[in-house]
């Protein structure tokens, strides 16, 4: 049962990717040209040198932010903390199934003394960080570009709509003690309470460098992006178009496709520079994913295969555990 089910997933992961790759190369056209994409590389390889600093530099302040995560009373290490970040970032590059979270969570499991469970809840937590992050980022673009220019329309805002979202924390805490009061079994509830407790035990006493620590990183991101269109001499993107083009991939990647995001991330990009008016931008879309596939790809296969704890036994019995619960 457990294999089927990876199978379905990994079909509809395989099915999504590919739809947008076929997408995307129909649009691109002849404008594909590698010969002249590995051109440019050579000329302004320094641009290109800077942004994988800074995406390593990125990964090593996430690490420092998920310490604020756990129990202070926890006792962890930033050294796995940001291998297991790039073990993650691996696993969701070559692999149809974006399982690279469970992964880092068995991972850093395996160096601390907190269930693999709680290890998932540090990471709901992290990620809704994440979001919180890329909203701001988004408000910030939607107030330079306008809601016009961007073609969004806030009818559908109303009264009855604000009122539930506010319904939807309320009905979560509801559901949470839903699930409290059922009978499961100890060991699913203790896997219940493991996850709320990973995802509630955000050290508050430092949420200033929590809040830091996440500006720092996405503005990297920006910056990254703002690094990889200097190489492009035909490109002018200001700041904001580099933190437009940074929100609008970030929501496309939280579609739940493997191999890094390939298809939906290009499509995405696609779209914005579409709207920016930009031409011949398709290298320019191939190397942005490119550079942070191989730099993930390359590290986390590192620390992945010299990692003694990690077996593929062991491993494949983890997911089929976390698949059956």
Known sequence: ????????????????????????????????????????ILIRWYYL????ILLILSVYLRAHRWKYLF????????????????????????SPL??????????????????TSYMVGTIVMER?????????????????????????????ISIPFLLCLLCIPVLGYLLYKLILNISFPDSINNIFKNIWEG??????????????????????????????????????????????ILVTSSFMLMIPVGFGGLGVFHI???????????????????LLHLYSLIMYTLYGAYFFFTDKNLKIKKL????????SN
């Open 268 to 286: 995405g990009v696609q779209g914005i520079l579409n709207k920016l008016g930009i031409q011949d931008y398709n290298n320019f879309i191939i």
């Open 71 to 94: 129990n202070s009373s926890t006792k962890l290490n930033i050294y796995n903390l940001f291998k297991s970040q790039f073990i993650g970032y691996f696993i969701n590059c070559v």
């Open 199 to 244: 995802f509630s035990d955000i050290q508050f006493s430092h949420k200033r460098y929590i809040m830091i620590y996440s500006l720092l990183i996405w503005s990297i991101y920006c910056v990254n992006v703002y690094l990889i269109q200097s190489i492009f001499s035909e490109f002018q993107l200001s700041i904001f178009d580099c933190l437009l």
């Open 128 to 156: 809704f960080l994440d979001t919180i992050t890329i909203l701001f980022f988004g408000v910030i673009v939607l107030f330079h570009y306008g809601a016009d220019y961007l073609e969004i329309n806030f009818q559908f």
């Open 1 to 40: 049962m457990q294999i089927i089910k990876i199978i379905i997933h990994s079909l509809i992961s395989l099915f999504i990717t590919s739809a947008t790759i076929i997408f995307f190369i129909n649009n691109a056209g002849s404008d594909l040209t590698f010969s002249e994409l590995i051109s440019l």
């Open 49 to 52: 040198f800077f942004a994988c």
């Open 316 to 323: 494949y019995n983890y997911l089929s555990d976390n698949q």
């Open 98 to 115: 974006r399982i690279g979270d469970i992964i880092r969570s068995y991972v850093v499991a395996k160096n601390t003394k907190q269930k």
